[in-house]
Nanobody, 116 residues
Framework: QVHLMESGGGLVQPGGSLRLSCAAS????????MGWYRQMPGKERELVAF???????TYVDAVKGRFTISRDNAKNALYLQMNNLKPEDTAIYYC??????????WGQGTQVTVSS
């Protein structure tokens, strides 16, 4: 079983930056692709970006050029650098891991609020 814990959320003004972190523990060796999702008020949870075990990255169009996903396998950590934040980026951000055997795990989420 994999346990994920996010940190780094908060309140930021439009145009500002935040860096989210996700610490993984437990069955680390089973983790393959990792990703960030977000859930905006009143909406379904949606994919933001993911990164494979080989560090190939994919982003949704809404965040391309502004967000950067990265991972440090030595530290069992996943990151999301978010620049030029917009009010529509306000959401709860969740870390997710895809694991061997078809399993997946979620973190508890971290709130990001973009407001002046």
């Amino acid at each position: 079983q994999v346990h994920l814990m996010e940190s780094g959320g908060g309140l930021v003004q439009p145009g500002g930056s935040l860096r989210l972190s996700c610490a993984a523990s437990g069955s680390i060796a089973s983790i393959d692709t990792m990703g960030w999702y977000r859930q905006m008020p009143g909406k379904e949870r949606e994919l933001v970006a993911f990164i494979t075990s080989g560090s190939n990255t994919t982003y949704v169009d809404a965040v391309k050029g502004r967000f950067t996903i990265s991972r440090d396998n030595a530290k069992n950590a996943l990151y999301l650098q978010m620049n030029n934040l917009k009010p529509e980026d306000t959401a709860i951000y969740y870390c997710h891991s895809f694991e061997t055997g078809g399993f997946g795990s979620w973190g508890q989420g971290t709130q990001v609020t973009v407001s002046s």
